[in-house]
């Protein structure tokens, strides 16, 4: 069974920085697109980031780009999202997904996390 694990959820304040980790297994993990969502109260789930296959293509939501930093280590079967200058408005569930597309998207995952909370104070 295919299983995500996130992790490194918690408080900041604004400004301050956050690393959270997807931990996969059941999967080659290599072969596999991953990204990273959210979710705000209220809110539908947005795309933040994806990371291709062998690390070389990376993509950003406008509204995170420049502060958040994608990267995986396919050794460890781990992908991590670096979260700089963190804003109120990053305040959210934040899920870990693997796709088996080829190419780096925004839309089709096939499994997901639990999801890990980040809550940024002012």
């Known amino acids: 069974q295919v299983q995500l694990v996130e992790s490194g959820g918690g408080l900041a304040q604004a400004g301050g920085s956050l690393r959270l980790s997807c931990a996969a297994s059941?999967?080659?993990?290599?072969?596999?697109?991953m990204g990273w969502f959210r979710q705000a109260p209220g809110k539908e789930r947005e795309f933040v980031s994806a990371i291709s296959r062998r690390g070389r293509i990376t993509d950003y939501a406008d509204s995170v780009k420049d502060r958040f930093t994608i990267s995986r280590d396919n050794d460890k079967n781990t992908v991590y999202l670096q979260m700089n200058t963190l804003k109120p408005e990053d305040t959210a569930v934040y899920y870990c997904?693997?796709?088996?597309?080829?190419?780096?998207?925004?839309?089709?995952?096939?499994?997901w996390g639990q999801g890990t909370q980040v809550t940024v104070s002012s």
């Open positions: 997904a693997a796709s088996i597309r080829v190419g780096v998207q925004r839309y089709e995952y096939n499994y």
């Open positions: 059941g999967l080659t993990f290599s072969t596999y697109t």
